[in-house]
């Protein structure tokens, strides 16, 4: 992967690591850079390759994040080296089979609206939302081109059906799938719809729409899980001690620690980042002090590795798990 070198030179630019992907640097730096493919570069809320950037002011600072091209490029032109990619129709496929059992718990699959290039944005929730339940709610695929964490929510709807617990459940299974289709990071606007929540933007207006309208008390959510695909490591993003307040970073410390002794892939590693405006996780935590985490498994991942769909399936059963032991 290229843009690790360019990584480690970036490391004295950089001012917060809000995510494993993202880097402030200087236009300076920018315009010294020659490898340009893989690098995109925010302008207001979208981003842009930085070999398309028409000007960049070197006196001012930019938000760019790593889009690993090549490699990119190479799970799509050689998949069967690759645990099979998760896309629109992959969902489609596993509501239609799923339907009916969802359908047995009172369960349902509803569109919520449309992408930027109208394809179905979906919701699976109950019919009627107990307010006297604890609701736990997940949402996938905020980045198009993570597919393992739709297996991994596979694993964990598969085990609720087996076993359904008495709370609310709530999952958006896939907020970007425009960026799902055409196997990148962003939305059809080319914006990180992970830096949204907030703004009446695009695809994320529509999910806080919906979410906010099912009037649920967020003070009986022990857990929101935003799940992801990362370059090459399973972790949980959490939050520092100062952030919130310390019972809240013992309460995420304790899920991970429970988590890992399920999961042999995650082994309780995390990543302490406050993030920044915008991630589901950080609007979540500052305006309705949810604990809300991301979790991330490698999102293209080879199939000599000795994992398969099965394994990232037992991960969201061991996320599941995790969930019962702590919360219920």
Not at 58 to 75: A, E, H, R, S, V
Not at 105 to 113: F, P, T, V
Not at 269 to 294: E, P, Q
Request: aromatic share 16%; proline share 4%.
């Amino acid at each position: 992967m290229k843009f690790w070198p360019v990584l480690l030179l970036l490391i004295s630019f950089k001012t917060f690591p809000d995510c494993e992907d993202e880097q402030i640097v200087s236009g300076k730096y920018l315009l010294s850079i020659s490898e340009k493919n893989d690098i995109y570069v925010q302008t207001q809320n979208r981003f842009t390759r930085l070999s398309e950037m028409d000007y960049l002011d070197p006196l001012k600072n930019y938000t760019i994040q790593f889009w690993d091209y090549d490699f990119n490029i190479t799970t799509q032109y050689f998949p069967e080296n690759f645990i099979e990619y998760y896309n629109f129709q992959s969902l489609q496929d596993y509501m239609e089979e799923s339907r009916e059992k969802f359908g047995r718990l009172n369960y349902k699959y509803q569109s919520i609206g449309k992408s930027l290039q109208r394809r179905e944005l979906y919701a699976l929730l109950p019919n009627k939302i107990d307010p006297n339940k604890k609701t736990v709610v997940i949402f996938t695929r905020h980045h198009g081109d993570e597919g393992s964490s739709n297996w991994i929510l596979e694993g964990f709807l598969n085990e609720f059906l087996i076993s359904p617990q008495n709370f609310n459940l709530v999952v958006y299974p896939m907020v970007n799938p425009d960026g799902v289709e055409k196997r990148t990071r962003y939305n059809s606007l080319d914006k990180d719809l992970n830096r949204l929540w907030g703004m009446k933007e695009d695809e994320i207006f529509q999910f806080q729409t919906h979410l906010n309208s099912l009037n649920l008390n967020w003070d009986n959510i022990p857990i929101m899980l935003d799940l992801h695909g990362s370059k090459n490591k399973d972790f949980i993003y959490r939050v520092d001690e100062d952030f919130i307040n310390l019972n809240y970073y013992y309460t995420q410390g304790n899920f991970i620690k429970t988590l890992g002794g399920f999961d042999p892939w995650q082994k309780k590693n995390y990543i302490i980042s406050n993030g920044k405006n915008g991630m589901l996780r950080i609007f979540f935590a500052t305006t309705k002090k949810i604990n809300s985490i991301t979790h991330e498994t490698p999102k293209n991942i080879l199939i000599t590795s000795g994992r398969s769909i099965e394994t990232l399936k037992a991960q969201g059963k061991s996320i599941y798990r995790a969930i019962l032991q702590e919360y219920f």
